[in-house]
Structures are given as structure tokens and as C-alpha cells.
């Protein structure tokens, strides 16, 4: 029996550069693992198959879990004959741009690596990731990383330490494909005159934090303005920046201070009960429970 940690992740930085023939946008963005986290167990059975059990009754269990779909990979390249039973306990919120369903699934591949006795290397368990999201080979490395392409071209940036950010998960959800199916050319190359990275590079964290900026939300927004009624809500109650991550529909703030941070949850989860207080962590984190 295994059990790993499955880390969120925020998107600091979301710029849409064009569309493939293949329908696939490319991206560039700059990733960011935060501490919110779900909770992977992993065991063997003696019957061949894949039982997926979560504690969120609105979460897949069938073929279209990501884990599932991890799990059936690997059994099937490394002709795996015994079964596996994999619960998940989810606190990230779904359908919020937060990576819960990609981390879920990284954590499963690194999980069943070790419980299958593998020996994966770090690219043949990218490879599979990959097959089944593009945010899956982030949430396999995690910590601050520039991601473009379709989300296979990874490059590590210095550390992003923050740690009084608010999250709010308002109530409704954004499918990622819907989203992008929306969005207009008029988006693309929105802000590719961000110095974000040159602020990050060089540890100006503060001048990063106010540089937060995703062009996604400008379509999020035409659906619901909810998004920038929260937005506004987090600067007003104290927030450097706020800003939506991925494909919506939550939405974090950066908070100077600890005493900052716990004024605005008190006001904001009154009206938004989906409210997290969470931190940045850094590649290497803590993976194994």
C-alpha cells in the first residue's frame, strides 16, 4: 500500500500563442505548485482491474478518471496482470483550473511506479503523462516552471515563494475543453509583453506577484462575471493581485501578510464558502505520505 500527497497548482502567468491543426492551443505559462492537496492510496488486488473510489460523489470513477486511465496505461505497456484499487481523497476543488485531476493522475504514475517495482524513468513516466493531459507532466515535476507548447516543453525557473495566497472556488465550474472551444483569435498573444519571468528570475516577488495575468479569463468573464466580482472582492479586502488560474473558474489572491490573509478569508468565505488559504512549495516537496 502506498499513499502520496497531490499537490494544486495555480497559474501565475496564461498567454494563448496560436492554435495546431489538431485543435491543441499553445500555451505559455508559468506554473506554480501550491500546498492545497488531495490524497492518493494506492493498493494492490489479485484481481486484474482498476477500481477507482473518491470521496467527492461528482468525480468519475470509471474510464474517465484520469487515474484510471494512468493506471490502464501502465498496465498495459508493462503487461501488469494484477489489479489495483485506487482512493482518492480530494480537497481541490474540480473544474476550477487547480490541476486536481492532472495531479491526480501524476501521483498515480509516480505511485504505482513504485508499487509495481518499475524502475520508470523521469521521461517514459512524462511520456504517459502526456498521453492523458497536458498538465500531467507539470504536475509530475511541480514547483515554478515556464510551460509551453501544448504543455510538453518544461523549463525550471527560480523558486516563486509566496505564503499567504486565498483561493476561492466560486459556485460554478469550467470545463477546460468548453472554454477553450470559445476562445477567439482576438485573445491570443495578449500579454507577450509580461516581464513576470524577469521578476521571478531575479527573486523580485513582489513586482511578480503584481504582474499576475491570464487571457483566459476574458472568455470566463463573457460567461460569468462572477470572476471579476471575486477578483475585485480580493483587492478590495487587502490583495497585491488577484487573478483566475487555468481555465477557470477559480480565482486566487497574493496577500502581503499572514494578518492581511486572514482578514480577507473571514469576509470572503461568508460569501463564497469555497475558500482556501494555501502557499507556494517548490519542486521536491514532500510526495510520499
Not at 109 to 138: Q, Y
Not at 256 to 266: I, T
Request: some cysteine; aromatic content about 10%.
Amino acid at each position: 500500500m502506498i499513499k502520496l500527497y497531490s499537490y494544486g497548482k495555480i497559474n501565475l502567468f496564461l498567454d494563448i500563442e496560436g492554435k495546431l491543426s489538431n485543435g491543441y492551443h499553445l500555451i505559455k505559462s508559468v506554473m506554480q505548485s501550491i500546498e492545497l492537496h488531495d490524497e492518493i492510496l494506492l493498493k494492490n488486488t489479485d484481481k486484474d482491474g482498476i477500481i477507482i473510489k473518491c470521496s467527492n460523489p461528482d468525480i468519475p470513477v470509471d474510464e474517465a478518471n484520469t487515474c484510471f486511465k494512468a493506471a490502464s496505461e501502465i498496465k498495459e505497456k508493462y503487461k501488469i496482470y494484477s489489479g489495483v484499487i485506487i482512493e482518492i481523497n480530494k480537497y481541490i476543488p474540480s473544474e476550477a483550473g487547480l490541476g486536481g485531476g492532472s495531479s491526480n493522475c501524476a501521483s498515480v504514475i509516480r505511485g504505482l511506479n513504485t508499487l509495481w517495482d518499475l524502475n520508470m524513468s523521469e521521461n517514459e513516466m512524462w511520456k504517459i503523462g502526456l498521453k492523458i493531459g497536458a498538465d500531467v507532466p507539470f504536475c509530475l515535476k511541480g514547483g515554478t516552471y515556464l510551460v509551453e507548447g501544448i504543455g510538453e516543453k518544461l523549463n525550471r525557473i527560480n523558486d516563486f515563494v509566496w505564503n499567504d495566497i486565498l483561493l476561492v472556488k466560486p459556485d460554478f465550474s469550467m470545463s477546460t475543453s468548453f472554454v477553450y472551444n470559445k476562445l477567439v483569435a482576438d485573445y491570443y498573444n495578449s500579454y507577450a509583453d509580461s516581464k513576470i519571468l524577469n521578476h521571478i528570475n531575479s527573486d523580485d516577488f513582489k513586482a511578480a506577484a503584481m504582474s499576475v495575468s491570464n487571457t483566459l479569463e476574458k472568455t470566463v468573464e463573457s460567461f460569468n462575471p462572477k470572476i471579476n466580482d471575486i477578483k475585485k472582492l480580493m483587492i478590495q479586502n487587502g490583495a497585491l493581485s488577484s487573478c483566475m488560474t487555468g481555465s477557470g473558474s477559480a480565482v486566487f489572491g497574493l496577500y502581503s501578510g499572514k494578518a492581511d490573509l486572514d482578514c480577507a478569508y473571514g469576509k470572503i468565505a461568508s460569501i463564497y464558502p469555497n475558500t482556501f488559504k494555501t502557499r507556494t512549495i517548490t519542486e521536491g516537496t514532500k510526495l510520499f505520505i
